[in-house]
């Protein structure tokens, strides 16, 4: 306004030519108009500097001579060009490790003590990665550097990186080198980078001042009470901690402010050097900058700009928060440089905030240090008696709230709301304002000021309006402004049930209502829109401050960056991933749900297609995460429409859906068959003799068995001749050791089951050779227990066996002998009247000699990549084959008898059969050779002797498969 009245005022001067003294006071107008439009330009905007008043070094538009041309300018850099992304015109450069981590490189010259160098340039990356701008002197110590990924902008995507330095002595050559940096393996573009140089000062801005004047007798207080802190290593205040001071005003003509002031701080960082911390209160009738009692400290212990900035976002979110600022301060006329005040929590607090007095509560502290002065003695870890506190919970003001009956019957009632988060005993919506207290950790958590929500740092305000608890928000950093939170928010993992040892603020986040508040907020606070924005709102009041605080500590630095960063990690942790739930199907229309999310989720309906359309539940269902489970925790079941394929959520507070395909598949249980079935040998059992320290087993001459028998590895186990044994209810037996069945042609051994339920014998794994001798296995079944299905009747596996003499007769299974991966000799014995298969061997050696198959269901001999030899052998009445090798098996068959089967010998899947001399009766086929699986090819038979009676055909042989028959070859067709 003031400068358009100048250019009216102007024009009427010129074109009507009024008098001298109309021309001065235009003259006048127009410098203070210009004084005022160049301060325009370095303290209004601060940061943002008019683009006018920067030089453009480089556009990465021009090449020539392998430079980049601009003006009269040339940058180094040119082979990173790139048509990729461009801020303006059609390039920018490209720049990523290993190769290309620098570019854009220029000098500036003619820089001289006094002057300010402002670099920036626009940056990309299309994984919302940040770039670095640097500036640096040219000799080698570097004695000038300064290197900033701090945004102060965004248009189109792109942000607009700057860092400052200011120079304070001489440096090599006048000189200062200017260049873009990038050490991720992903690429960031840089576009238009300039530079802007003044040696006037680039803010205005002073803080305000404190002149404090104490007596020497009341100062020797406060010297005492820091020496017995110093020798404690921690600062504990009592009632005569005080001592009287005064404030001088800065204005003639104001008056003096007495006042009362102690140490404050608990850390000794509060009282190092010169720069002590303090407590101070106004006497009645007067107040310091509207405040009656606040504290006063070294910027500092609150990591300077972060605690200033968190304030700030605290009061664009109407959290209740002290009033906090820079001010300079001077103690007895020495000047102790620059502090903070910061508002203490009295009744201001809410009034400044329009809101009614209330009581402000908080928990005591007094258990807290006394048990850390004691660790401290102790020589023990300063923390280590933080659980031992009892803390009360007491009111600010306290005198003040005995003596009001309204503000004592309001802390009462306060007492009771925090008494009842303390231990869980209401709900958090019952308690607070849950919206804020919501916005209150969301905030904390995108700032990291997470020294705030420690429990004895935390400050509560009574609204005696709507009569719940609010926070206030301060206090968030030390002066190291790290977080203890080792993970990207503090509701990360936090949600876990039955976490023991939890701090009161992790039951919050057990809370259905909070949860929803907090991830709204937390979102939106993390979006890196509202951030920016954030950032952008407070850029000029943050760079007024830190160009001060550098003129005075050149060493301090600060960026914005840490906000940008923590926003982006909060965004990546809260987003759900492809494991994040796991279902399993534990009926027809009901699922488990484990959630591996590091967050609650909520699951709202189901859906029949990924990204398909919901079907919502009556319910929604809150699954809260046992990610750090080390057993997943599915528990929690849910009625869907039988049809659903995929379980569809959310996170609680978000609107963005997920889905999770629904696994057909039940929970695994604990245990396997295998494991519950243990060796559970017992003295004294009605069928057999155990002697435990022998490791022996004879089984009696009548046993029967209604329960099954687990026999471990490394028993000797017997069964002697005579013996009688009968298997029931569906029982069986499985031996981890050898077994001996040690019948006589006069006392043979019956095995078999009444009942016709017996799940079998099974031998696994032994050591040394099982033997059985003169025994008949009949009307047994195979082993079935809890999903572990085998085939045989009898079965060995990785156990080597001799049978003599015996028999399998009458059982009803796949096998009535199975035998895998042993060596084996079967010795003039019977397989007979079997459902299935008489005797089927896979991956074995072995013999079968003199022994008789008939009546089997399937075939009579069956093996798979085994070599076996067949000699003076019969099989009569095979349902399908009498002798079956296949998949890459080898075998000879000599002197053998078939006499009934569909196929005599069959040769598949690459196996060879040779066949020394045969003799076939009543076959539709007598040789077939074929290929049955795609992965294998087709067999072989080699006859050198046969003779063939009442054959359908001789021989089938199919494609890929041959025959040699005595000595004609014959091929497959």
């Not at 609650?600 to 319910?619: A, C, F, R, W």
């Not at 079935?677 to 022998?694: D, F, M, R």
């Amino acid at each position: 306004m003031i400068l358009k009245n100048h250019l009216i005022i102007s024009k009427r001067i010129i074109s009507t030519k009024i008098l001298k003294i109309g021309g001065i006071l235009a003259l006048v107008i127009l410098l203070v108009v210009s004084f005022f439009s160049i301060l325009n330009k370095f303290s209004n905007t601060g940061h943002t500097i008019s683009d006018s008043n920067f030089t453009l070094l480089g556009d990465a538009e021009v090449i020539e001579d392998g430079k980049f041309l601009y003006d009269d300018k040339i940058i180094n850099g040119a082979k990173q060009q790139s048509r990729d992304f461009a801020f303006s015109g059609k390039h920018s450069i490209k720049l990523n490790a290993p190769n290309n981590i620098y570019g854009f490189s220029s000098i500036v010259k003619n820089v001289l003590p006094g002057d300010q160098i402002i670099a920036r340039v626009w940056t990309y990356s299309p994984n919302e990665l940040l770039g670095c701008i640097v500036i640096n002197s040219l000799d080698n110590n570097k004695q000038i550097y300064e290197q900033s990924t701090n945004f102060i902008s965004e248009k189109n995507g792109w942000k607009l990186l700057q860092t400052i330095v200011k120079i304070t002595s001489p440096i090599q050559d006048s000189s200062l080198k200017i260049y873009c940096y990038n050490n991720n393996k992903e690429p960031i573009y840089f576009d238009d980078i300039a530079f802007y140089k003044t040696n006037k000062p680039l803010s205005t801005w002073e803080p305000e001042k404190i002149r404090i004047f104490i007596k020497e007798g009341e100062f020797a207080k406060l010297k005492n009470k820091r020496n017995e802190a110093l020798k404690k290593g921690i600062l504990m205040t009592t009632d005569d901690s005080w001592a009287k001071a005064a404030i001088y005003p800065e204005k003639e003509g104001d008056d003096k402010i007495k006042i009362s002031l102690r140490l404050k701080g608990d850390w000794l960082d509060h009282l190092r050097g010169d720069k002590w911390s303090f407590r101070v209160k106004t006497e009645t009738n007067k107040a310091w900058k509207r405040l009656k009692t606040f504290s006063l400290q070294d910027p500092l212990t609150r990591s300077y700009l972060k605690e200033w900035l968190l304030h700030k976002f605290f009061k664009k979110e109407d959290i209740l928060t002290t009033r906090y600022d820079f001010i300079t301060m001077s103690l007895n006329n020495k000047t102790l440089g620059l502090y903070v005040y910061e508002e203490h929590f009295l009744k201001q607090i809410p009034e400044f905030n329009k809101k009614r007095e209330g009581p402000i509560i908080k928990f005591t502290e007094n258990g807290l240090w006394e048990a850390r002065l004691q660790a401290h003695k102790l020589g023990l870890s300063m923390h280590h008696g933080d659980n031992n506190a009892n803390p009360d919970i007491r009111p600010f003001s306290e005198r003040k709230t005995l003596n009001d009956a309204n503000l004592s019957k309001q802390f009462k009632i306060a007492q009771k709301l925090l008494y009842q988060y303390q231990f869980g005993l209401k709900k958090p919506k019952e308690i607070f304002n849950l919206d804020l207290l919501a916005k209150y950790y969301a905030i904390m958590d995108v700032t990291g000021a997470h020294h705030g929500v420690i429990w004895h740092n935390q400050r509560f305000y009574y609204n005696p309006v709507i009569g719940k608890l609010e926070p206030i928000g301060f206090d968030g950093y030390d002066e190291y402004g790290n977080t203890w939170v080792k993970h990207p928010f503090i509701g990360y993992n936090a949600s876990i049930e039955k976490k023991e040892g939890k701090i009161w603020h992790e039951k919050l986040f057990m809370d259905h209502d909070f949860l929803r508040k907090y991830m709204f907020y937390l979102n939106k606070f993390s979006n890196k829109k509202y951030i920016s924005n954030f950032i952008n709102s407070y850029q000029k009041q943050t760079f007024d401050r830190l160009f001060y605080i550098q003129s005075i500590n050149p060493s301090y630095n600060f960026s914005s960056d840490y906000l940008v960063n923590r926003s982006l990690k909060i965004q990546e942790a809260i987003q759900p991933n492809s494991s994040s739930i796991h279902s399993r199907t534990v009926k027809p229309g009901v699922v488990a749900v484990y959630n591996k999310h590091t967050i609650p989720v909520e699951i709202i309906g189901t859906s029949n297609s990924n990204n398909g359309i919901v079907t919502k539940l009556d319910t929604p269902t809150l699954i809260f995460t046992t990610a750090n489970y080390q057993l997943p925790n599915y528990k929690n079941q849910i009625a869907i429409p039988e049809s659903a394929k995929f379980l569809v959520y959310s996170v609680p507070g978000l609107t963005k859906q997920y889905y999770a395909p629904i696994n057909p598949w039940p929970v695994p249980n604990a245990y396997t068959p295998m494991q519950e079935l243990k060796g559970n040998l017992v003295e004294g059992h009605s069928a057999y003799y155990y002697n435990q320290k022998q490791k022996k087993i004879i089984f009696k001459d009548s046993a029967f068995i209604t329960k099954p028998i687990i026999i471990p590895n490394d028993h000797d186990v017997l069964i002697e001749g005579g013996t009688y044994m009968d298997i029931t209810k569906k029982a069986f037996i499985i031996s981890y050791s050898s077994v001996h069945f040690m019948g006589l042609e006069d006392e043979p051994i019956l095995v078999t089951s009444s009942d016709s339920s017996a799940n079998g014998i099974t031998v696994l794994q032994c050591s040394k050779k099982s033997m059985i001798n003169f025994t008949t296995f009949a009307n047994m079944n195979t082993l079935a227990y809890k999903g572990w299905n085998l085939t045989g009747a009898v079965t060995f596996y990785e156990s080597d066996v001799e049978i003599h003499r015996s028999a399998f007769t009458m059982n009803h299974c796949e096998d009535a002998l199975n035998i895998i991966r042993s060596d084996f000799l079967v010795e003039n014995s019977t397989v007979s009247h079997t459902y299935g298969d008489g005797f089927d061997a896979d991956f074995c050696t072995g013999k079968v000699v003199g022994s008789n198959f008939y009546n089997t269901g399937n075939d009579g001999i069956d093996f798979s990549t085994s070599a076996i030899s067949i000699i003076n052998t019969e099989i009569r009445q095979a349902g399908d084959k009498g002798i079956s090798i296949g998949e890459e098996g080898r075998s000879v068959i000599i002197n053998t008898l078939i006499d009934g089967a569909v196929i005599g010998i069959a040769s598949k899947d690459f196996s060879v059969v040779t066949v020394k001399s045969t003799n076939l009766k009543n076959c539709i086929n007598g040789f077939s050779a074929y290929q049955k699986k795609p992965e294998y090819g087709g067999g072989r038979i080699i006859v050198e002797k046969y003779n063939a009676e009442n054959l359908n055909v001789l021989y089938k042989i199919f494609p890929g498969s041959t025959l040699k028959l005595i000595e004609k070859e014959i091929t497959g067709s």
